[in-house]
């Protein structure tokens, strides 16, 4: 199975494609893209709207997962904007009949190190030691994007074996 894991966000989305058999996972690649600082938002949803587009036809995943929205009180139009490009990223996934899986940040953070509040630096760490890569991923959206990709492959070892 092919699981795409995204981190969504109007300035970097964070990506993560994994194969797992049920019993091992292997990050195909992972990366991230940006959008372009300054331009309209329009423009920088479009760009978000491509880069998936090209994520999704070079990858050709079973499934998407994807960070869910939250919001800190503090920060409401951070939220708004990253909703923008969280409905871009879903409506790509629609279009090409992918199924999408939505995940909490807590629930990831927790899934991968035992601790919902886990530390960006906690996460890079744990994804190095998992995986067994000689360098921390960088940056941290990267990730967080292995992340929800294992958490989804997780929950679906769970169902399996249920």
Request: net charge neutral.
């Amino acid at each position: 199975m092919r699981i795409l894991g995204i981190d969504p966000g109007l300035q970097v989305c964070g990506y993560a494609c994994l194969e797992t058999d049920g019993e091992r996972e292997i990050i195909v690649e992972a990366g991230v893209f940006k959008t372009t600082e300054g331009l309209p938002l329009a423009a920088r949803l479009n760009q978000i709207a491509d880069d998936i587009e090209t994520l999704l036809d070079r990858f050709s995943p079973d499934i998407v997962a994807v960070e869910e929205l939250y919001s800190h009180y503090a920060h409401p139009r951070t939220a708004i904007l990253m909703g923008h490009a969280r409905g871009v990223i879903l409506q790509k996934c629609a279009r090409a009949h992918v199924e999408v899986k939505s995940f909490a940040a807590t629930r990831i953070k927790k899934s991968i190190t035992g601790n919902g509040r886990a530390s960006k630096e906690q996460m890079q760490r744990t994804m190095q030691t998992f995986l067994g890569m000689s360098e921390l991923p960088k940056p941290p959206d990267v990730a967080d994007a292995m992340a929800v990709a294992l958490c989804c492959a997780n929950s679906m070892q769970r169902t399996i074996t249920m």
